[in-house]
């Protein structure tokens, strides 16, 4: 099995709601109260946020960007959207956990809602040769001219199947992209089930020969 270090990784979250909320219902107030809470919240500052509204009912965005740009925040009628980029650290997977973990307290979604989960890692090889060796055990004839691999994969535990892409990355040099799309019900024990997305990932990656060195202390 290839053990790679991780260069770069995200996170993403679509939470569709089970009825389209109007512009009263959000209660943008409150929510952006909630979003700046440094205690609860997500520590955002009031200038962070801003709000789009071309209609009485339905027709508005909040958006807020954070984490110098590499996070983001987006609530619409239909859903609301959560995503964390460019994150190369332990001490970035803290944070990410972190923020997650408060996101979904304040939220406080129905138990009926589901997640849709997204995820991403740039892992290095030790050289490109090796890099191309471990991917060309996906092409199946010599046609193939740059070979991938994508499979669902059931994992003890998870509630739903996670779908995985393994490809060459177009961002870091000598590394393979994984990216990671699965679902859940949002009914959890939130710190120690966020907490558990990395082995989680980690071991759907496992079926295809792959694993991963701890994330890193510093750049």
């Given at each position: 099995m290839e053990i790679v270090p991780i260069e770069i990784f995200g996170?993403?979250?679509?939470?569709?709601?089970?009825?389209?909320?109007?512009?009263?219902?959000?209660?943008?107030?409150?929510?952006?109260?909630?979003?700046?809470?440094t205690v609860n919240g997500l520590s955002l500052r009031p200038d962070q946020?801003?709000?789009?509204?071309?209609?009485?009912?339905?027709?508005?965005e909040l958006s807020a960007n954070f984490f110098g740009d590499n996070g983001s925040l987006t609530y619409t009628a239909e859903r609301v959207k959560l995503s964390v980029r460019n994150a190369r650290?332990?001490?970035?997977?803290?944070?990410?956990?972190?923020?997650?973990?408060r996101f979904y307290n304040l939220m406080e979604f129905n138990s009926r809602t589901i997640t849709i989960?997204?995820?991403?890692?740039?892992?290095?090889?030790?050289?490109?040769?090796?890099r191309d060796e471990y991917?060309?055990?996906?092409?199946?004839?010599?046609?193939?001219?740059?070979?991938?691999?994508?499979?669902?994969?059931k994992i003890a535990d998870w509630?739903?199947?996670?779908?995985?892409?393994?490809?060459?990355?177009?961002?870091?040099?000598?590394?393979?992209?994984?990216g990671w799309d699965t679902q859940f019900a949002n009914a959890q024990d939130w710190d120690s089930f966020l907490g558990s997305l990395p082995v989680v990932m980690e071991?759907?990656?496992?079926?295809?020969?792959?694993?991963?060195?701890p994330f890193k202390q510093t750049v």
């Open positions: 996170v993403a979250i679509d939470v569709p709601f089970l009825a389209p909320k109007g512009f009263a219902q959000a209660n943008f107030e409150d929510f952006g109260a909630k979003v700046c809470d946020i801003k709000l789009k509204r071309w209609d009485e009912l339905y027709g508005y650290t332990a001490a970035d997977w803290t944070v990410i956990h972190q923020t997650l973990v989960l997204s995820s991403h890692i740039h892992g290095k090889f030790p050289s490109l040769a090796e991917l060309a055990t996906f092409a199946h004839n010599p046609t193939i001219a740059r070979p991938a691999a994508m499979g669902y994969v509630e739903k199947d996670i779908r995985i892409l393994i490809e060459q990355s177009n961002l870091t040099p000598d590394s393979v992209f994984i071991n759907s990656a496992n079926q295809f020969d792959i694993g991963f060195e």
